[in-house]
DNA sequence: GAGTGGTCTAGACCACGGT
DNA sequence: CCGTGGTCTAGACCACTCA
């Protein structure tokens, strides 16, 4: 997905539909049609860009198959929210307990500052930024089942820190959506097994260096700029990730 | 995706484009063009469907999306292969290294018979088909990286088990396309952490019971029919799994 | 140059959702 | 009923590949 950015001017080299893809893109970015408010009809885009009706439903067409609009024959084209295309779980990945009840999340520790240089690399940063970092555990019961740290860009994620101080909502990225205007849109997880650090082992009341799976994920927004950096730890026991792919 | 069989008739209360893309489905599984031979051309299949070019065009477009057509500017539109379909490693996600080179496969076993329930069940077998039981391994160098049980219909595969006595592939799916007319289409895959079983730890060289992460695959076919069943053990240090998602 | 797919037009008629 | 998107047509011109 091209980077749009906000005053960016359409790219003439490119088809005429794409261009109008990029300029829609743009505005829904900008949040140009929210809360269930429909996008102007086919016939009225296509009087807007000065193209045939085919070539604005060409561009619709594109940005349905990325994911970022809904067409309701009869009703109108809207744009899909974040909290709908998460669709709940959809990148939340482990035991069938989880699915059925959402585990209850704890945050043990939240701090801005420079964080590992690890998250830093991943995250893109500048030198001087500061990195906003979470640590939770989510528990089904009374059992700890997941040792988790996020880090963010803190000054993308700025009203995120007042809001962790209250709240603990058991998944992010709908908050990254409402409070910070944040979409995610792809994820990339990477499962290795090590032995549990001593921090971790702590909320699972174990022995530090006792086997564990450690899954890394780094989100992109729809840009493919990286927003998140997360690793979490799952004791060998709980472990369960399931996965489909074409 | 639509089961399409052998002699389907057009499903009439579809749109036309639909009826022309379930047609040309049924004849790219029955191999109707193979071998890097291209479809005809559009103004050809609008033709022949007696339909203008933009109706073929939309039923094109529909199996591009769908993985099963490939089209090249100024050249034709070609069956997408199996084997390049799967490019090489697609559902085998280990370490660096196996990706540089791919491991050396073993195979310890192959049977005909009844199979483990969990497998017929998975597989959707009849009571009376049998299934082909496949137990390989695979090296990088002389360390053993994982132990490999694969469970087939027997009447779909029956040219596998005599190949499969001669021959020792890296890998399976190009061989299922190649001797099968099998294509691979989707994997779910399932990751457990168990304690080895005695027949998978002994070829480790490890005692029974040491902790593995276990890889459950379902792979199906084009028309979501099961066509595999897979059991893969991986010890923990060499345990890498990436995968990415949207 | 011949043949292919890629883009685009300016219409048509139909099916669906709400009034 | 009107306005929406869904399907389809019969062309046009362009860009790419290969002989």
Redesign the pocket.
């Known amino acids: 997905m091209r980077a749009i950015g906000p005053e960016a001017a359409p790219d003439l080299r490119?088809?005429?539909?794409?261009?109008?893809r990029d300029d829609l893109m743009r505005r829904i970015c900008a949040r140009a049609w929210s809360d269930g408010q429909?996008?102007?009809?086919?016939?009225?885009?296509?009087g807007e860009f000065?193209?045939?009706?085919?070539?604005?439903?060409?561009?619709?067409?594109v940005l349905?198959a990325e994911g970022m609009l809904e067409?309701?024959?009869?009703?109108?084209?809207f744009v899909t929210r974040a909290f709908e295309r998460i669709s709940m779980m959809r990148f939340v990945r482990f035991s069938e307990e989880e699915r059925r009840e959402l585990p209850t999340t704890r945050c043990l520790n939240l701090e801005v500052g420079d964080g590992p240089p690890e998250a830093r690399t991943r995250l893109g940063l500048a030198a001087r930024e500061k990195l906003l970092s979470i640590h939770r555990t989510r528990a089904c019961g009374k059992e700890v089942i997941l040792s988790e740290h996020v880090w963010l860009s803190h000054k993308r994620f700025a009203p995120l820190e007042a809001y962790l101080k209250k709240e603990s909502p058991p998944l992010l990225y709908p908050v990254y959506d409402s409070l910070c205007g944040v979409l995610v849109s792809r994820a990339m997880d990477e499962l290795t097994m090590v032995p549990l650090p001593a921090r971790d082992a702590r909320v699972f009341g174990l022995a530090a260096g006792t086997p564990a799976i450690r899954i890394e994920r780094l989100m992109t927004d729809p840009s493919e700029q990286p927003i998140e950096w997360r690793v979490s730890y799952v004791t060998q026991a709980r472990f369960h990730y399931a996965i489909e792919s074409r």
Chains 1, 2 share one sequence.
């Open positions: 490119l088809p005429r539909y794409l261009q109008i429909p996008l102007p009809a086919e016939d009225r885009l296509a000065e193209v045939s009706v085919g070539t604005v439903r060409k561009a619709l067409q349905v067409r309701i024959h009869g009703k109108g084209t």
